[in-house]
Structure formats: structure tokens, C-alpha cells
């Protein structure tokens, strides 16, 4: 089955529902719109995927962390044969930009290279970020990562599985109400807590 065939073609037409009106419903089209992209950017991933596996390579790790209204993802580690069953360094990657990858670590430079051949070999693919293979990865996430206290993990690819895997947290600040009531009589004081989110 040829690779135009097997994308998801159900989006909904945003244009045409007044956020004034129906902005639950304008919200729900829009997460709707997302998914769908995403579900399409990974139909396109399979391939690279087979590519890289034709190679000797096993997994992918894109490490991630946000916080304050931005974020940003390491460059994409990989591994080979058993590397990432018996990695012990499970510590973000030193490198976040390309102008560095040649001192990255597990196969970094040679993803990217590849990444990029795998691109002109296959113009038709529009996965966004150009040759930002981390990015790619990164924009999967769906929960918010970034925004306020933000959050970290990693994206693994798990390659012969052909399954992506988001493991990460999100960081918040909790907000508690505090009544007390001190008695000046000897009793004990009334206490009540309550978690408000």
C-alpha cells in the first residue's frame, strides 16, 4: 500500500465553527487536527524506522525539558544492538545544538547524517523541522511540557516494536487552603486543609 493511502485525511474544517459560539467545540476540532498530524508524522516515521533497523540500530532517545513558557530537546541519542538495555546513564545528553554534534555521544552525528539521507531519498515526506529529527520526536508530546513549571523525560523509539514511548512528568505548583481556629481556652485548635489544585 502506497505511503499516501495510509494517511489520515479526517480533519476537520476549523474555519467554518465560530470560537465565540462553540469554542468547546473549536477546541475539541482543533485536538482533533493534532492528533491526526501526529498520527501522520508517525505513518512517515515507519519508514526511517526500517531504515535505521537495516542499520543496527535499536532504539532512539530524545531527552526533554521545559519550564516558563519554552522548552527544548536534546539531540537524538541512539543505540545499537543491546546499548540501551545496558545504558546506566540515564542523565539528559550534554548536547542541544548541531553546531556541537560532533562531540555528541551514541551515535548523534551519524542519526542526524542518515536522517538526512533518509529525507532525499523520500522528498514527499513533510515531517516539519526540516533536519531536526529531535524535534520531530519532541512534537509528539502532547501533554504540556513547558508552560509555567513545565516538566522533563524522554521520547523513546523503540524500533522493533515500531512504537514511540512519551515518559516524562509535568511540574506544578499545588495550592492548598488553610484554616485554623485557635481557642484561647486551653482546647485544642480546629484545623482544615484542602487541596484547590
Known amino acids: 500500500m502506497k505511503l499516501e493511502n495510509q494517511l489520515r485525511t479526517d480533519f476537520i474544517d476549523t474555519t467554518k465553527i465560530s470560537t465565540k459560539d462553540n469554542w468547546n ?33 535499536t532504539h532512539l532517545l530524545v531527552s526533554y525539558e521545559g519550564s516558563g513558557d519554552c522548552g527544548d530537546a536534546y539531540l537524538t541519542e541512539g543505540f545499537k544492538g543491546d546499548e540501551f538495555k545496558e545504558r546506566t546513564d540515564h542523565s539528559s545528553p550534554d ?34 523541522h526540516d533536519d531536526d529529527l529531535h524535534w520531530v520526536l519532541a512534537d509528539l508530546i502532547s501533554y504540556d511540557w513547558y508552560n509555567n513549571e513545565g516538566g522533563s523525560g524522554d521520547v523513546i523509539w523503540h524500533l522493533k516494536s515500531n512504537q514511540i514511548e512519551v515518559d516524562g512528568y509535568q511540574n506544578y505548583y499545588g495550592q492548598y487552603e488553610a484554616k485554623e481556629t485557635y481557642k484561647l481556652d486551653g482546647s485544642d485548635p480546629v484545623r482544615n486543609y484542602k487541596d484547590v489544585g
Do not use: M
Not at 467545540?25 to 512517515?44: P, V
Open 25 to 57: 467545540e473549536y477546541w475539541k476540532a482543533t485536538r482533533h487536527n493534532e492528533t491526526i498530524k501526529k498520527i501522520n508524522k508517525g505513518i512517515y516515521l515507519k519508514g526511517f524506522g526500517t531504515f535505521l533497523l537495516d542499520r543496527g540500530f
Open 95 to 128: 548536547i542541544c545544538y548541531k553546531d556541537k554534534i560532533d562531540e555528541g555521544k551514541r551515535y548523534q552525528k551519524e542519526l542526524l547524517d542518515l536522517y538526512n539521507t533518509w529525507l532525499k531519498l523520500n522528498p514527499k515526506v513533510d515531517l516539519g
